[in-house]
């Protein structure tokens, strides 16, 4: 069994539709906030679709896969005891979450574990205890927020708020020691009901999903669910790199490059017949080469991204990419240009413009 905290599109278009793909497992979710969610997933068994559309392969993917993997949902604010219950469950393997980088925090507000934990890593805890105190073996956590050593991070909050309500050291130390708190690194553009569909208004539960997925897992063993997304590494730092000086480089490449052109999509962008070979150079010839040796397989990435950026389902504004421009450029393009300097000996043609440097 598998314990999941949030019920919001991404996780149910990712993690829930991995596991009915594969018969892996069955999830119990957990809504936080709100009860919607909870409720309409109960009306339909836990069943739902997704449209699966997209640019991949030289072609347009427009497919929808039904999703069975989800056993329950339970409403965190009044069912917090059939919370505590599935934590119990001896079956229970996993407990993944997607709260959004809101979710890492503590709430001062729960001051003691007496009632529904108001903050996430408190609701964990205090879900882990009432596994503990039953005596019962420790589980997998996978916090799928896009966070960088997001495991690490959610581990640190969760004893900083058992420390904070006294726990045991027996407790700490299985808390520590008897749960794996795993780094992992998730891909895929969930935008929600798709415009056109056949199963509008015949399935409330609906949603698209791009074909692109990928899931970075760090551990030095074995993955226990076997998907073509899930990757394993002892580190993966590397593909949090890739996607940064790729995917979210070439993002902010084109509001410096295409939106003083008025162009106002990522989409028609890489169709333009100015700047999408402009972009495949800026990818080939100046960004592929600083990662060549230091991440797996930059330009077949690279070349996924474009494809990524050709869906024509999809209406992703650079304006939205624009929000911190100067902050991103920082982090996705200026050490990219630095590298290329250091590593070549000379100015990187496209970068050097496009940042300004060019003599």
Known sequence: MILQFGAGNFLRAFVDLFVSQTGFDRIVVVQSTG??????????????????????????????EEVISIREALHAGTQWDHVLDAARDPELRWIVSNTTE???????????????????????????????????????????????????????????????????QEAVAWLKDGCSWVNNLVDRIVPGAPKEHPLLGKDPLLLSAEPFAFWAIETAGEFPLKHPAIVTAPDITPYYLRKVRILNGLHSALVCHAMPMGIETVREAVEHPEVGPWLERLLVEEIVPVLEGRVDDPIGFGRATLDRFRNPFLEHKLSAI???????VKVRLLPTYEEYRSKFGREPELLSKLLGKSQ
């Open 102 to 168: 809101a979710g890492f925090a503590l709430d001062d507000s729960d001051l003691a574990n007496e009632s529904v934990p108001r903050s996430f890593p408190a609701k964990l805890l205090a879900v882990l205890l009432s596994r503990h105190a039953a005596g019962l073996p420790g589980v997998m956590v996978l916090p799928c927020e896009l966070i960088e050593h997001n495991g690490d991070r959610l581990r640190e909050l969760v004893l900083e708020q058992a420390a904070r309500w006294q726990v045991s």
């Open 322 to 328: 624009a929000l911190n421009h100067e902050a991103k």
């Open 35 to 64: 009860i919607e969610r909870a409720e309409a997933l109960n009306r339909a068994d836990g069943k739902y679709h997704v449209a699966i559309q997209g640019f991949a392969g030289g072609r347009v993917i427009d497919e929808t």
